[in-house]
């Protein structure tokens, strides 16, 4: 009886390991590893920033785990709807553009302001030639602004090298990315008023994936009502950063 009890013990234990096994989800994590503090490639090659602690966070919150997949920004919504990566964990604001494309979680970022950057406090913005990210809300804010010219680049560190070298004006991205190059480069500042765009930043996923969006959604309110959530926002971004009211 003992025997058959511990070889019973045995079936049940593999049995429910492999049920457990049959239920984990491996989430692919899509990002651009190009954009600090909101993602970003560390020295050891690997994916790093806010997003990176943020999606490991959502992962472990709702049970799943995380593989991450870079990817480049102009191609990034693209790839998800492709299916080469399961969500868009990459500072993409929720906007009703992408909206219609993908689907998006709420939001795990407050909006944020943009700010301009050029080598000139006396830039008449309204005439001049203005980079931006090729596919971001910045990009269309600009295309949008009577008299200025936009030109658009792959990456946001070659919109900030078209300021240095002469291609452009200006530059205008999030402040939370621009505003510690210019804090480190004394040739650039930031000028003109800070401009909200968006709705805060989302985890895209693809419109079909209803299940994985609840999962999600859970696993963010989780992380806003223990205030882990503010914590990391403070930990990349300062204590000055726009937080979730509690």
């Known amino acids: 009886m003992k025997i058959y009890a511990i070889a019973a013990a045995a079936i049940g234990l593999s049995a429910g390991m492999a049920l457990a096994e049959a239920h984990t989800q491996t989430l692919r994590l899509g990002t651009e590893g190009a954009y600090p503090p909101y993602n970003f490639i560390n ?10 602690e943020l999606g490991d966070a959502l992962c472990a919150q709702a049970e799943l785990t995380c593989e991450w997949v870079t990817n480049e920004w102009d191609s990034i919504i693209p790839n998800l709807v492709s299916g080469n990566y399961d969500t868009i964990l990459a500072g993409m604001s929720i906007t009703d553009e992408r909206d ?50 936009l030109v658009e680049f792959a990456t946001p560190d070659e919109t900030v090298a ?10 205008l991205a999030d402040k939370a990315f621009l ?33 994985l969006k609840d999962k999600l959604d859970a696993a963010i309110d989780a992380l806003k009502a223990d205030g882990s959530l503010n914590e990391m926002i403070k930990k990349w971004f300062g204590e000055d950063a726009a937080t979730f009211e509690m």
């Open 179 to 211: 505003a510690p190059i210019a804090e480190q480069d004394a040739t650039l500042m930031m000028i003109g008023e800070d401009v909200m765009l968006g709705d805060g930043i989302g985890v895209g996923l693809r419109e079909s994936d209803t299940e």
């Open 100 to 149: 219609e494309v993908i689907d998006f979680t709420q939001p795990y970022f407050p909006p944020d302001p943009s700010v301009f950057v050029a080598m000139s406090d006396d830039l008449d913005l309204s005439s001049a030639v203005i980079a931006a990210q090729t596919g971001t809300i910045q990009a269309s804010h600009v295309a949008e602004m009577e008299g200025a010219t």
């Open 43 to 52: 020295d050891a090659g690997e994916v790093d920033g806010f997003e990176r």
């Open 162 to 171: 078209a300021v240095r070298n002469g291609e452009a004006d200006a530059a």
